[in-house]
């Protein structure tokens, strides 16, 4: 077995020291950091969103992976230039304002910067300016907006609004998911897509950006 398809097995294990070690040696031999990104830590992460989507893995398997798996990146990030590698596109992300959940969004975010896509976290109570205001300061190709209690779902409308009277209309997509939103809410507010859980909202971001 490889370095890489080391550092893969054991990120989907959650071993972080292992991954740390594995990273540092796969640096001595001589290994580009965008390769040991591509090929040992992102190959692990996706791994492990793909079974968390087939119901073989669980909430804390993820994180524990996550986990590892950043680990992995604090030791290439010098290496990978300014700003980290290049990324597949920029989300910006938060649960809806008056809605203090975070679980399915930090999930979310993990899933997505496992796909290599840039995730600016705004937490939660965030309300519909402040998604805006930070798609318009980093360049974001997407606002990706969270909700578990279906009174703050209404919230989700308002983004959409703002964004179709502004001048993101057209370049800015909107996405939105949480327990209580369905297919049919995500059409009559006219968000762009909704996604059931968080690897599926990873791969319709990627598909979105590029």
Do not use: W
Request: contains cysteine; charged residues 20%; negative net charge.
């Amino acid at each position: 077995m490889s370095v890489l398809e080391e550092i893969s097995k054991l990120l989907q294990q959650g071993r972080m020291p292992a991954v740390k070690q594995n990273v540092t040696k796969a640096l001595e031999e001589g290994i580009p950091a965008t390769q040991i990104l591509e090929e040992g830590l992102l190959t692990g992460m996706s791994a492990v969103g793909e079974r968390f989507k087939a119901g073989k893995a669980f909430i804390p398997e993820v994180m524990i992976a996550a986990r590892a798996m950043n680990a992995g990146m604090e030791l290439l990030k010098p290496l990978l230039g300014e700003g980290g590698p290049e990324t597949k596109g920029t989300v910006v992300l938060g649960t809806v304002k008056g809605d203090q959940h975070d679980i399915g969004k930090n999930l979310v975010k993990m899933m997505m910067e496992g796909k290599g896509l840039k995730v600016i976290d705004l937490g939660v109570d965030v309300p519909a300016a402040r998604y805006l205001q930070a798609a318009q300061e980093h360049h974001a190709n997407i606002i990706a907006c969270s909700a578990l209690l279906t009174t703050t779902m209404n919230e989700m409308k308002a983004v959409v609004e703002l964004v179709n009277a502004s001048a993101l209309a057209g370049h800015v997509k909107v996405m939105v998911g949480g327990a209580p939103v369905t297919e049919e809410f995500c059409n009559r507010i006219g968000a762009d897509r909704y996604t059931p859980d968080a690897a599926t909202a990873a791969e319709v971001a990627c598909q979105l950006c590029s």
